[in-house]
């Protein structure tokens, strides 16, 4: 076996984008617990307790979150078609190839889902007050910097590079099984 049929099923399956976005969170959320617990315990108890804080979690982060995990997931989908890639060589270097393609990818997808996601977000958190110029200068404008855009790049490149290995190792195994089912004297 030389190389990698790509059948990009894990990534088509939005529930595999889902248990991606789950996965994501609590490792950022474990990193924080880990690192401002006092913080976070101010944080719950600002917001009344431990299920008040995990519903705002839900409505703040988890909700328009997915939306930014299936915006990456179709980013990624569309720069295999773009450059119809449909095999990875099965060797170190192949492999790195085809995780080095989508790194310009995962950098600038800011750009596309920051908009969208902040505008659920706003929808979400701040229902029923909602106010044209907090939206714009908060949720838009204020979220257009360097500090935010490097906040979101490591959740991006986790949720991005954890759905695309996910599928490739989907589909090496695939791969696998084909082949050996095609060669019965080899396995």
């Known amino acids: 076996m030389d190389k ?10 939005p529930a595999y984008a889902v248990s991606a976005l789950l996965t994501a969170i609590v490792l950022v959320e474990a990193i924080n617990w880990l690192f401002s617990f006092e913080r976070k315990i101010a944080v719950v108890k600002k917001f009344g307790g431990f299920p008040d804080y ?14 930014t995990t299936i915006i990456i997931l179709a980013l990624i989908n569309l720069v295999h078609t773009w450059f119809r890639i449909y095999t990875v060589r099965l060797s170190w270097l192949g492999v790195l190839r085809y995780e080095l393609l989508f790194l310009p990818v995962m950098a600038v997808a800011f750009l596309f889902f920051n908009p969208i996601t ?3 977000r706003y929808l979400m958190v701040e229902f029923p007050d909602y106010n044209f110029s907090f939206y714009w200068e ?4 204020g979220t257009y910097s360097w500090r935010a855009y490097f906040l979101y790049l490591i959740p991006v490149l986790i949720i991005g590079y954890l759905s695309l290995n996910m599928s490739l ?18 396995g």
């Open 54 to 67: 995990l519903y705002l979690v839900l409505r703040g982060m988890i909700i328009p979150e997915l939306i």
């Open 118 to 120: 902040q505008s659920i």
């Open 138 to 141: 908060t949720y838009l404008l």
């Open 169 to 186: 190792l989907n589909d090496f195994i695939k791969s696998a099984r084909n082949w050996k089912y095609q060669n019965p004297a080899v």
């Open 4 to 13: 990698i049929y790509l059948s990009k099923s894990f990534l088509k399956n």
